[in-house]
C-alpha cells in the first residue's frame, strides 16, 4: 500500500508543470512500460481552480514523466477559468493537452461562459485556455447552437 501511494504521490506531483494537482478516485492503474496511468470511478483532478470529473481519466506521459494528455470519458465536466471568466463544460469525451492549456471536448459537447450566460453547443468544441479563443465544429453536417443574451434598448 506504502508503495502505490508513493507512485500515486509522484504521479500526481508531475501531472502539471508548476500547479499541485490533486486526483482522487475509486481505482488506480498504471503502466510504466506504456507510461499511463488510469483513473477509474468517480475520479475529481483538482487543478488550481479548475476540475475535471469524469468516470475515467487516462493520463498518458512522456519519457521524462511528464503529462501530455488527459483523457476523461463517461460524463466528462470541466470548470476552468479562461481570461479571468469562469467557464462550464461537459462532453461525452474531453482531452485536456497541459504543454498547450488545450480542453477538447467531443460528441455532444457544450461549452458555458457562466459570466455572460453565453452557451454554445456542438460535436467538437477546442478551448485554447490562454488565450481565451475556442472553436466549435457540428462535424457530419451537425448544426453548432450559440446561445447568448441581447439588451432590448427599446422601451
Given at each position: 500500500?506504502?508503495?502505490?501511494?508513493?507512485?500515486?504521490?509522484?504521479?500526481?506531483?508531475?501531472?502539471?508543470?508548476?500547479?499541485?494537482?490533486?486526483?482522487?478516485?475509486?481505482?488506480?492503474?498504471?503502466?510504466?512500460?506504456?507510461?499511463?496511468?488510469?483513473?477509474?470511478?468517480?475520479?475529481?483532478?483538482?487543478?488550481?481552480?479548475?476540475?475535471?470529473?469524469?468516470?475515467?481519466?487516462?493520463?498518458?506521459?512522456?519519457?521524462?514523466?511528464?503529462?501530455?494528455?488527459?483523457?476523461?470519458?463517461?460524463?466528462?465536466?470541466?470548470?476552468?477559468?479562461?481570461?479571468?471568466?469562469?467557464?462550464?463544460?461537459?462532453?461525452?469525451?474531453?482531452?485536456?493537452?497541459?504543454?498547450?492549456?488545450?480542453?477538447?471536448?467531443?460528441?455532444?459537447?457544450?461549452?458555458?461562459?457562466?459570466?455572460?450566460?453565453?452557451?454554445?453547443?456542438?460535436?467538437?468544441?477546442?478551448?485554447?485556455?490562454?488565450?481565451g479563443h475556442y472553436v466549435v465544429?457540428?462535424?457530419?453536417?451537425?448544426?453548432?447552437?450559440?446561445?447568448?443574451?441581447?439588451?432590448?434598448?427599446?422601451?
Amino acid at each position: 500500500m506504502k508503495k502505490l501511494s508513493f507512485i500515486v504521490l509522484c504521479i500526481v506531483s508531475s501531472l502539471l508543470y508548476a500547479a499541485n494537482v490533486e486526483v482522487t478516485a475509486d481505482k488506480f492503474f498504471a503502466d510504466e512500460t506504456k507510461r499511463i496511468s488510469v483513473f477509474d470511478g468517480n475520479v475529481k483532478v483538482l487543478k488550481e481552480s479548475d476540475k475535471l470529473t469524469a468516470h475515467k481519466v487516462t493520463i498518458d506521459f512522456d519519457a521524462k514523466k511528464q503529462p501530455i494528455r488527459y483523457v476523461a470519458t463517461g460524463d466528462a465536466k470541466v470548470n476552468i477559468t479562461m481570461n479571468q471568466k469562469r467557464y462550464y463544460g461537459e462532453a461525452e469525451k474531453m482531452t485536456y493537452e497541459p504543454a498547450t492549456s488545450v480542453y477538447i471536448l467531443e460528441k455532444k459537447a457544450f461549452l458555458h461562459d457562466l459570466e455572460t450566460d453565453k452557451k454554445v453547443y456542438g460535436d467538437f468544441i477546442r478551448v485554447e485556455q490562454l488565450n481565451g479563443h475556442y472553436v466549435v465544429d457540428g462535424k457530419n453536417g451537425n448544426p453548432v447552437k450559440f446561445i447568448f443574451k441581447v439588451e432590448d434598448t427599446k422601451k
